[in-house]
């Protein structure tokens, strides 16, 4: 691991661009997840299939693949310039880990007693009204556990955006091998305890979350 130390803030930087790129668009994501979920449970047809559509097909494409989509067939098809580096990686991940989030929530919204909604609905609450002061807050508590699973594994798809112009840890483990070939080795296994430093937190925390919320229900 000497080049990574001889090396510290490339590494540094690298490890930050991971964290943004990964709260970015873990952000959005979530953003985007919450919306989809509404549409597939909305009593609209359109939103629903909509919905539905998307994430069978995006949840089921290669992320390299959408990354590639992107940058190559997007433009043209669009007419739009979709730049290389942070913008597009942030996007990709976005488009991608939203379809999961959509998933984890829409399961904890199944979760959630029918009478809840129809109580609601009794009392003249909107569809809205209902989904966003009655169901949704009941299903977020339950579905914590398998929400913080998907954003750990959305953290190492990350490394993804190595490929596409983006100076994360992986592109900084790539850039110092070729300069130190015999430290390659000691190399990707910094960078790989870098990760660990992010998302071991994170599955501690999920196993906690989900022992609580056993003993609750």
Request: with cysteine; glycine share 8%; proline share 5%.
């Amino acid at each position: 691991m000497g080049a990574l130390i001889d090396n510290a803030d490339l590494v540094l930087q690298g490890f930050g661009a991971t964290l943004w790129v990964s709260l970015a668009s873990g952000v959005l994501a979530f953003v985007w997840g919450v919306t989809l979920a509404a549409f597939r449970v909305s009593p609209v047809g359109p939103l629903r299939t909509f919905a539905s559509g998307y994430v069978n097909v995006v949840r089921n494409t290669p992320l390299t693949l959408l990354f590639v989509f992107l940058v190559a067939a997007a433009p043209s098809l669009l007419g739009l310039k979709v730049p290389l580096g942070m913008p597009m990686a942030i996007l990709a991940l976005t488009l991608y880990t939203a379809t999961f989030v959509c998933e984890a929530i829409r399961s904890g919204i199944n979760s959630v007693g029918v009478g809840q909604a129809e109580a609601a609905r009794s009392v003249g609450l909107t569809f809205i009204q209902t989904l966003t002061q009655v169901v949704l807050p009941q299903a977020f508590r339950s579905v914590l556990p398998p929400m913080i699973n998907v954003y750990i594994a959305h953290i190492k798809n990350s490394s993804v955006a190595a490929a596409f112009a983006v100076t994360d840890l992986v592109a900084v483990a790539n850039r110092l091998s070729y300069g130190n070939p015999a430290d390659v080795v000691g190399i990707f296994a910094g960078v790989g305890l870098c990760y660990l430093v992010i998302t071991v937190p994170l599955s501690v925390t999920a196993e906690r979350l989900e022992s609580r919320v056993a003993v609750a229900r």
